[in-house]
T-cell receptor, first 109, second 115 residues
Framework: GQNIDQPTEMTATEGAIVQINCTYQ??????LFWYQQHAGEAPTFLSY??LDGLEEKGRFSSFLSRSKGYSYLLLKELQMKDSASYLCAVRDRNYQLIWGAGTKLIIKP | IAGITQAPTSQILAAGRRMTLRCTQDMRHNAMYWYRQDLGLGLRLIHYSNTAGTTGKGEVPDGYSVSRANTDDFPLTLASAVPSQTSVYFC??????????????FGAGSRLTVL
């Protein structure tokens, strides 16, 4: 079966750096996505990786290793507003998105 | 403001009742999707539509039906609601299918409780 694994919850301190990992086993691979979802709100797009390596976008970066079935989202200079769930999703060979359960990130002052 | 509008925001209904969740987008996206989100689980695809006039089944289609009469509207119907359909439902759209980023834009969600 297809599976996306990410930690259920993480805690970090304001101003620090946090890395959220995602491992996947899917039928084929056509890209990996990270979405942010604040409590009670809709998911919003953060990043997309289809080739190996690091994609940087401001305070957020996303890394992909297709051979290892692994990605991480790196958040720098954490702010209280970064408290949210972070969803990892992989698009399989049929171009369907397989979603992880999400990682709830708690930022403490 | 361009985006996706879902209605109702929240609804409580009795088991066995029929319910339609509405979804309208004004971005002229060709693909639309319905997901449900339950605690501890990833988003699960219920039904999708790659273009007006076509629909397809997702991972958890049983008990749900959809229609896509035009580009903008994609309603989700529960013919006879059951308590296991208690969930938060998200409608989403994207501007293309197939290769490329194909980023999803989500509506604000509809929280449904079936008693």
């Amino acid at each position: 079966g297809q599976n996306i694994d990410q930690p259920t919850e993480m805690t970090a301190t304001e101003g620090a750096i946090v890395q959220i990992n995602c491992t996947y086993q899917t039928s084929g691979f056509n890209g990996l996505f990270w979405y942010q979802q604040h409590a009670g709100e809709a998911p919003t797009f953060l990043s997309y990786n289809v080739l190996d390596g690091l994609e940087e976008k401001g305070r957020f970066s996303s890394f992909l290793s297709r051979s290892k079935g692994y990605s991480y989202l790196l958040l720098k200079e954490l702010q209280m507003k970064d408290s949210a769930s972070y969803l990892c999703a992989v698009r399989d060979r049929n171009y369907q998105l397989i979603w992880g359960a999400g990682t709830k990130l708690i930022i403490k002052p | 403001i361009a985006g996706i509008t879902q209605a109702p925001t929240s609804q409580i209904l009795a088991a066995g009742r029929r319910m339609t969740l509405r979804c309208t987008q004004d971005m002229r996206h060709n693909a639309m999707y319905w997901y449900r989100q339950d605690l501890g689980l990833g988003l699960r695809l219920i039904h999708y539509s790659n273009t007006a006039g076509t629909t397809g089944k997702g991972e958890v289609p049983d008990g749900y039906s959809v229609s896509r009469a035009n580009t903008d509207d994609f309603p989700l119907t529960l013919a006879s609601a059951v308590p296991s359909q208690t969930s938060v439902y998200f409608c989403a759209s994207s501007d293309r299918t197939g290769s490329g980023a194909n980023v999803l834009t989500f509506g604000a969600g509809s929280r449904l409780t079936v008693l």
